[in-house]
């Protein structure tokens, strides 16, 4: 059987990962007690994902754990000095007054970082596209479906101040980690700029969906035409440029520029009115982060 090296969820934790930078998008590893145990544990997650995805069979196990074990050596001994600058960096923005442009370019460097990870995955992309079977495209497909059911009964909820009721309490959850708890005259400014973000749940639902589509048409082509390792990396190639490319090319760019920029002004908003406590809060996080990637980084050299 053709080998496979599975990075496509490979690829989605690593772009996990390296978004921790940015205050109003670091929950998913914020919530641990322990960074390293989080990411000491991350292939055996990063397993269970795959396979609650695909539905990996027999034959496929083996070679899908030494994939995982493989793609985290080699992250662990490229990458995590990356993560301690961005986190370095945001150190240095809270302590100052960073703007909407520096934000935003902190955006900007994530998108760049999370593509070359994607791009350095493409051959074990290619693999796993030519080892799937047809039930598990259609195991796939039916996953797919249900994210975005789990999406709409979330995020659409209601009358649209319940959309933005629901937006908000995720963002303060967000803050509340890194912060800590908000008076309420914050709450009051935070909810303010939350608000004033740009709302439309179905476009973003939408936008899913066509990458969602995009993904299971090429695993369909490749499984139909029987392509070869290098057609598929090629098309992986396009797929993978064109989800970062696409909201800079989308006939809804004025939208998705401005749901960016008015998550810039929410997280500057926090920035802006947290205490003196409420900061160091968030420097004492960053830093206990910054030394668990040390230790990592350590470790694996």
Known sequence: MQKS??????????????????????????????????????????????????????????????????????????????????????????????????????FDDIKQRTERLLLQAKPELADLARSLQPEQIDTLEKKFASNLDDFRKKNMKGSREDQQKFRYKKSMEQFELWFGRFSTEQEVQLRKASDARP????????????????????????????????????????????????????????????????????????????TPQQKAHAQQRMQGWIGDFQSLAKDAR
Not at 70 to 98: C, E, M, N, S, V
Not at 209 to 230: F, G, M, P, T
Request: charged share 25%; net charge neutral; proline share 1%.
């Open 199 to 274: 709302l439309d749940n179905a476009l973003w639902l939408a936008e899913r969906q066509r990458r969602q589509n995009a993904i299971l048409a090429l695993v369909r082509k490749v499984q139909k035409d029987k392509l070869s390792k290098e057609a598929t990396m090629a098309l992986i190639d396009n797929l993978i440029k064109d989800s970062f490319n696409r909201l800079d090319q989308s006939e809804h760019k004025a939208f998705f520029d401005a749901s960016e920029q008015g998550t810039a002004e929410l997280i500057l908003t926090a920035i802006r009115i947290a």
């Open 5 to 106: 090296n599975m990075p496509s969820s490979a690829s989605r934790t690593l772009r996990r990962l390296v978004m921790i930078a940015l205050i109003g998008l670091m929950g998913l590893v914020a919530a641990c007690s322990s960074l390293r145990l989080a990411y000491n544990n991350g292939d055996t997650l990063l397993y269970w994902w795959l396979d609650g995805y695909v539905d990996l069979n027999a034959d496929q196990k083996d070679w899908v754990k030494k994939d995982i074990d493989k793609l985290f050596q080699w992250h662990r001994k490229t990458q995590l000095d990356d993560y301690i600058q961005i986190l370095q960096t945001a150190q240095r923005q809270l302590a100052g007054t960073p703007t909407v442009a520096d934000l935003l370019g902190d």
